[in-house]
């Protein structure tokens, strides 16, 4: 069992920077796929980025250039790292896993974090 905990959520102007984190209870060796996912009050949930354990890395066109995901199994811990950030990136932020090869839907992934509010506002 993972149990995943984000953080490093908060206030942020347009243009500027946040990491958030996502850490694992335990180990995140046997997760396959760590996925970051956005939603706004009304609207479903939104892939940002998504990471497989084979390095291979998607992001949607919005975040594309802008956000990057990366993670330390060391740490047990992923990261989305947002750049040049915008009024429409406000969305709560979750990080999700899962053990299965493949995973495009949120209801394909066993673990959720609780969510970070991002704001972005001047």
């Known amino acids: 069992q993972v149990q995943l905990t984000e953080s490093g959520g908060g206030l942020v102007q347009p243009g500027g920077s946040l990491t958030l984190s996502c850490a694992a209870s335990?180990?995140?060796?046997?997760?396959?796929?760590m996925t970051w996912y956005r939603q706004v009050p009304g609207k479903q949930r939104e892939m940002v980025a998504r990471h497989f354990k084979d390095g291979i890395y998607n992001y949607p066109d919005s975040v594309k250039g802008r956000f990057t995901i990366f993670r330390d199994n060391a740490k047990n811990t992923v990261y989305l790292q947002m750049n040049s950030l915008k009024p429409e990136d406000t969305a709560v932020y979750y990080c999700a896993a899962t053990e299965k090869l493949i995973a495009t839907l949120p209801h394909e992934y066993e673990y959720w974090g609780q969510g970070t509010q991002v704001t972005v506002s001047s």
């Open positions: 335990g180990s995140i060796l046997g997760i396959n796929v």
